[in-house]
């Protein structure tokens, strides 16, 4: 299991843009393929971005293509999440997610929850109007 630990998350306007960040503890970080996730009250939790390993190939839900931006820095041992024209809608608690992938290059990828093994605490993310 991987230790990870999400923050920049917190209160913004509509319209606006925060970065999340997710710090890994981990001796072979390229290893790992890392997701985003998101779950509001009363809903599923849902699948918002995905970044493989090696290369870093990247999945996006609909409902956040071309406003959400995943990366990683593997020097950092971190991933982030770029948020962009936020709307209430995307008020919710953000999870990252790991899950090993056995290999310093692979093009996996998932949105899928039971995909991941490794999760954070999550962070909470709130728009308002």
């Known amino acids: 299991q991987l230790h990870l630990v999400e923050s920049g998350g917190g209160l913004v306007q509509s319209g606006g843009s925060l970065r999340l960040s997710c710090a890994a503890s981990?001796?072979?970080?390229?290893?790992?393929?890392f997701g985003w996730f998101r779950q509001a009250p009363g809903k599923e939790r849902e699948g918002i971005a995905c970044?493989?390993?090696?290369?870093?190939?990247?999945m996006y839900a609909d409902s956040v293509k071309g406003r959400f931006t995943i990366s990683r820095d593997n020097d950092k041992n971190t991933v982030y999440l770029h948020i962009s024209s936020l709307t209430a809608e995307d008020t919710a608690v953000y999870y990252c997610?790991?899950?090993?992938?056995?290999?310093?290059?692979?093009?996996?990828?998932?949105?899928?929850?039971?995909?991941?093994?490794?999760w954070g605490q999550g962070i909470q993310v709130t728009v308002s109007s």
């Open positions: 970044i493989s390993g090696n290369p870093a190939i990247t």
């Open positions: 981990a001796s072979t970080f390229q290893y790992y393929a």
């Open positions: 997610a790991a899950e090993l992938v056995y290999s310093a290059a692979s093009d996996w990828c998932s949105r899928h929850p039971k995909d991941f093994d490794s």
